[in-house]
């Protein structure tokens, strides 16, 4: 079992920056390939961001390509996602999870998902 809990979501005016973090505690970080989803109101989940176990490969969605960043620090059992030039389309709840594989079509569908947090807010300005 793996516990994952967001934070740093909050409101921000449009061209501004937020980093999430999410945490994981359970079984070793390490082995799992960690992605981000948001879901907009009335909207299905989307993929934004993922990681692979070892940290050296990234896959991003296209809407937020050279704008957002995805890490990880295993040592802390933690992933992050810097978000930059925000829009008022990110706005959503984002969502950390794991997945026990990576490799492209392993991340970016929610199905390849074990664990799941509960979210956090994002709302961005105009």
């Known amino acids: 079992q793996v516990q994952l809990v967001e934070s740093g979501g909050g409101l921000v005016q449009a061209g501004g920056s937020l980093r999430l973090s999410c945490a994981a505690s359970?079984?070793?970080?390490?082995?799992?390939?960690m992605g981000w989803f948001r879901q907009a109101p009335g909207k299905e989940r989307e993929f934004v961001a993922a990681?692979?176990?070892?940290?050296?490969?990234?896959y991003y969605g296209d809407s937020v390509k050279g704008r957002f960043t995805i890490s990880r620090d295993n040592a802390k059992n933690t992933v992050y996602l810097q978000m930059n030039s925000l829009k008022p389309e990110d706005t959503a709840v984002y969502y950390c999870?794991?997945?026990?594989?990576?490799?492209?079509?392993?991340?970016?569908?929610?199905?390849?998902?074990?664990?799941w947090g509960q979210g956090t807010q994002v709302t961005v300005s105009s």
């Open positions: 999870a794991a997945a026990p594989a990576s490799g492209y079509y392993s991340v970016v569908h929610t199905t390849k998902y074990d664990y």
């Open positions: 359970g079984r070793t970080f390490s082995s799992y390939a």
């Open positions: 990681i692979s176990r070892s940290e050296i490969t990234t």
